[in-house]
Every structure is written in structure tokens, then in C-alpha cells.
């Protein structure tokens, strides 16, 4: 039984910059958010997807119909709070059935105070992001016993054709943590949830510009005992902690105008610290070298994405999230490609020949996602242990 069945929701507009319109029920907050609308293909994981600070002032399109299955539990959060800005899907189920579940997906978007929307065409909503690209827009739900006006259209309306324009947004220091901490849990596993790391092999400082928690808990996994500090943090102060390696987190936003994420990078890189970014950090890692950064007309969001590993022709599936890309065109001769889109051709792995660092566009924690690039963390951790062998050997 669907949500369209029910008939108890209130209504809810979803209205986007080009003035097109649409009419669903409301399933969360009573009110209105704008944002960048972008659609996520993946299938399950939509809890990781709301909590994922990455997708800040973003409304989430879930292309699968059905959403909301199997509830919400208190483990699968990728940070404390709802990050995405509103939520868009077909149909909620009226029930939720997981034995790890503790309230229903609208109970949840209530609970944080996310404006959402749902029994409205998904298909046609993604055929025109596709087409047209990521566009802003506005969700409005309305409180029970409120109807649709065409004055409450317009409103919408009007609210999607002010939201700003993600290009020129700095979003890494607004999600990032106001002081620094140090992180040592581990990988859920099923009947003991996550464990703590009790023996670190490597002190590992994670810059934070919107790290979801899987990300940390795969490096503490792999023996690294990990402080996590905030965006601005200058190079300086992380060098004084002389660790073994330096993560570059993901985050929402452009990366261009993070200047001081940039610069404290390529002084992180150039003290010969190993370096690892992901998403946002493999961007900003790629501008401290001196490449440049686009904003894409059709972003990747989605947990089915081919990526191509140069280096040995392997294709892994991947989970993506980001509306910037790297220019090929305009690497220096210190970057080289490593890895690139299968959909689209973009870049989504990059090395530095003369410094032991690397990065990847996606999102290998595979929090939702399948867990192909796993293997990239390793990468990291060999080498850490590399350049700890080559000093102590100096």
C-alpha cells in the first residue's frame, strides 16, 4: 500500500527555476527550502544520502520509486544531522519493516525538520534535470488542511528563482567542525555494531570539510587513529603534529573559492606529507597543484557508476556525489590522471608524480554504495607506511 492510497498527508509544491511545477504530499517538515535539485539513482541508502554533508544546500531526487522500506535506525548516519536541504521521491510505503528499524522515514523528516515531498513523477522530474541539467528549486509543504492556491504556487516559485546559484559557493567551512577531535571507532559489523581501534598503526590528520563518519571509521579500520580538524586550519598547526598522512575529506560546494583549504594543501603536500583527498578534497587537491575545476552541466549522484583504473584496466562500480569536476586539460606535468568516468570520460582519480599523494572523485566508503574502491584506502595506508620506512631508513 503507497502513500497515494493513504490520502493523510497534506499537500506540497515542488517548484523549480524554470517555473516548472509540480503537486505531491507533503512527508516531512511543514514550510519551505531551496536549494539545488539533483537526482540520485541509487537504491537503497537513504538515510546516508540525507545525512551526507556533501549534499548542503542540495533538495535530493531519489529516482527509485519506492523509499522509505525499511525506516530509519540510529546507525546508518553519515553525520549528526540531515544535511541535504529537502527531499523529493514517488511513493512512501506506509510501512517500514527492518529489524534495525526505530521510526519511519517521515516520523525521521519531521523529527529534523526536513521539508519534503513525495507522489509526484519522478521519472519526468529526472528527465528534465538530465536534459537541462541541475537547476534550483523550492519545496513547499503545506500544514494539514491547507490547500493548493495559486498564490502559494507563486510563492514557490518566487522562492526557487532567488536561491543562489551553487557555482561561487563556499559550503566546505559552514558544515565543517568547529574544533578539532579525534575519531578511533571502526566498521559496523552485524550482532556487534562498530568496534574502536585498539592498537593504531598510523596518526592520520583529517581535514574536514564535510566527512561523512563511514570515511573515518574505513581509515581507523585499516590501524589509523585519526584527528579530524576544521576546514581552516592552517598547514602549519597540522604539520606540527607531524603525522604519517594528511586526508583530504569531501564536502559540498565549489571548490574554487575554498582558498584557504587550497593553500593549506599545497603546503601539506609540498612538506612531503602522504596525501589522500576524496570528493571535495580530491578537487581541492587538484587546485593546489595549479589544475583547474568546472561545474558540470549534468553532476554524478548515484551508487551505479563505472570508473576505469588506467593503471590496470580495472572497472569498479562506484558511488558518486559532486557537481564540480577537474579539467583534464589543464593538469600540470606533477599531475597524472589515474582514473576516469565510464559515463562521461571526467576525471575521478588523480597522482602526483613528485610527492606521495593521490586522490579520487568518488566515494569510496560506499555509504550507500558498492564497496569496488575500497582498495584506495589501502593504497593510503601502504603509503604512510612507505614513507615511514623511508625516513627511518634516511
Not at 513523477?121 to 536534459?131: E, G, H, I, N, V
Not at 574536514?208 to 590501524?223: H, P, S, Y
Not at 598547526?237 to 573559492?257: K, Q, R
Not at 569536476?325 to 597524472?336: A, F
Request: proline share 5%; charged share 20%.
Amino acid at each position: 500500500m503507497l502513500l497515494s492510497l493513504q490520502g493523510s498527508f497534506p499537500p506540497a509544491i515542488l517548484a523549480l527555476a524554470d517555473g516548472t511545477v509540480f503537486i505531491g504530499n507533503s512527508i516531512g517538515a511543514t514550510g519551505t527550502t531551496v536549494g539545488e535539485v539533483v537526482f540520485n539513482t541509487a537504491i537503497t541508502g537513504y538515510q546516508e544520502i540525507l545525512t551526507d554533508p556533501s549534499y548542503c544546500q542540495q533538495i535530493v531526487t531519489l529516482t527509485y520509486p519506492h523509499v522509505g522500506n525499511y525506516g530509519v535506525n540510529g546507525e546508518d548516519i553519515e553525520a549528526d544531522k540531515i544535511h541535504a536541504a529537502g527531499l523529493i521521491i514517488k511513493d512512501l510505503p506506509l510501512l517500514a519493516s527492518n529489524f534495525r528499524s526505530t521510526e519511519t522515514l517521515s516520523q525521521y523528516l519531521v523529527r529534523e525538520k526536513t521539508v519534503a515531498i513525495a507522489n509526484i513523477d519522478t521519472r519526468k522530474l529526472t528527465r528534465l534535470l538530465r536534459d537541462k541539467g541541475a537547476q534550483n528549486g523550492a519545496i513547499l509543504g503545506l500544514a494539514a488542511g491547507e490547500a493548493v492556491t495559486q498564490a502559494r504556487v507563486d510563492e514557490a516559485l518566487a522562492a526557487a528563482k532567488a536561491a543562489p546559484s551553487m557555482k561561487g559557493l563556499d559550503l566546505a567551512q559552514v558544515v565543517s567542525t568547529k574544533t578539532s577531535y579525534v575519531w578511533d571507532q571502526t566498521e559496523w559489523q552485524l550482532g556487534s555494531g562498530y568496534g574502536r581501534l585498539e592498537q593504531p598503526r598510523f596518526h592520520v590528520v583529517a581535514y574536514d570539510f564535510g566527512v561523512k563518519k563511514n570515511i573515518l571509521r574505513m581509515l581507523a579500520q585499516r590501524g589509523c587513529k585519526l584527528t579530524v580538524v576544521p576546514a581552516k586550519t592552517p598547514a602549519a598547526d597540522v604539520l606540527a603534529m607531524n603525522p604519517d598522512g594528511v586526508f583530504l575529506a569531501n564536502g559540498p560546494g565549489d571548490p574554487a573559492p575554498c582558498d584557504y583549504a587550497i593553500e593549506a594543501t599545497r603546503q601539506v603536500i609540498d612538506a612531503g606529507v602522504p596525501t589522500f583527498g576524496i570528493c571535495l578534497g580530491h578537487q581541492i587537491m587538484a587546485l593546489a597543484s595549479g589544475a583547474k575545476t568546472f561545474k558540470m552541466d549534468n553532476s554524478h549522484h548515484g551508487a551505479n557508476h563505472p570508473v576505469k583504473d588506467l593503471d590496470d584496466g580495472r572497472v569498479s562500480i562506484t558511488s558518486q556525489n559532486h557537481g564540480f569536476s577537474v579539467e583534464t586539460d589543464s593538469l600540470p606535468s606533477t599531475l597524472r590522471p589515474t582514473h576516469i568516468s565510464l559515463f562521461d570520460g571526467t576525471l575521478q582519480g588523480l597522482e602526483r608524480t613528485d610527492r606521495p599523494a593521490f586522490c579520487f572523485q568518488g566515494h569510496p566508503e560506499a555509504s550507500p554504495g558498492p564497496h569496488d574502491i575500497a582498495y584506495l584506502f589501502d593504497r593510503f595506508t601502504a603509503l604512510m607506511e612507505k614513507h615511514k620506512t623511508e625516513n627511518k631508513n634516511a
